[in-house]
């Protein structure tokens, strides 16, 4: 149980074009999901907080017009990285959460690159 | 908010010892610590957890211990071996339950 899968795992894209990452739990509702950016033999760092249904909450000096989170529903949220550019490129992490429950799974990574 | 520490950033041992890692936080209010294990290129894994209402909880070669007065915590892995090796995160969750993680250890296990 408590899987949780994204995608794509890698995608390479050109600056100023937008990529849209999915993040999904496949076996329980995740009513809250957390999007995490890691750089190479770095800890996790938190991006945002998406709660089903609701805006989400953006950490500090994260710009929420260039990360874009929905969640729309229970089992899925997704990230758009708007008018990327090379700095964007790092390796995005989601971790799902249910309802009442204090642990989180992490999905997969996405790693971006942006020429 | 919520300050987490983690040491040590490098840790080796040969195949068979202990390994120990620590953290301290910052937040008297927190009331959550996980322990993630993460492999080269992939996903943070949950492999232990303690709630702040124990003291210490084991899981075979893996065991964590609290300590809530001095505001730390450490787990320690027994009888290491080869497949250990991996990056060790630990995480407190503050009173709305997000995480905040520590820098991370490198663990080699040497065979």
């Known amino acids: 149980g408590a899987v949780v899968s994204q995608h794509p795992s890698w995608v390479i894209c050109k600056s100023g074009t937008s990529v849209k990452i999915e993040c999904r739990s496949l076996d329980f509702q995740a009513t809250t999901m957390f999007w995490y950016r890691q750089f190479p033999k770095q800890s996790l760092m938190l991006m945002a907080t998406s709660n089903e249904g609701s805006k989400a909450t953006y950490e500090q000096g994260v710009e929420k017009d260039k990360f874009l989170i929905n969640h729309a529903s229970l089992t899925l949220s997704t990230l758009t990285v708007t008018s990327a550019h090379p700095e964007d490129s790092s390796f995005y992490i989601c971790?799902?959460?249910?309802?009442?429950?204090?642990?989180?799974?992490f999905g997969p990574g996405t790693r971006l690159t942006v020429t | 908010g919520e300050n987490v520490e983690q040491h040590p950033s490098t840790l080796s041992v040969q195949e068979g010892d202990s390994a120990v890692i620590k953290c301290t936080y910052s937040?008297?209010?927190?009331?959550?610590f996980p322990w993630y294990k993460q492999e080269l290129g992939k996903r943070p894994q949950l492999i232990i957890d303690i709630r702040s209402n124990v003291g210490e909880k084991k899981d075979q070669r893996i065991a964590v211990t609290l300590n809530k007065t001095a505001k730390h915590f450490s787990l320690h892995i027994t009888e290491t071996q080869p497949e250990d090796s991996a990056v060790y995160f630990c995480?407190?969750?503050?009173?709305?339950?997000?995480?905040?993680f520590g820098g991370g250890t490198r663990l080699m296990v040497k065979p």
């Open positions: 995480a407190a969750a503050d009173a709305g339950n997000m995480l905040t």
């Open positions: 937040d008297s209010a927190s009331n959550y």
């Open positions: 971790s799902a959460r249910e309802r009442g429950l204090l642990e989180q799974y």
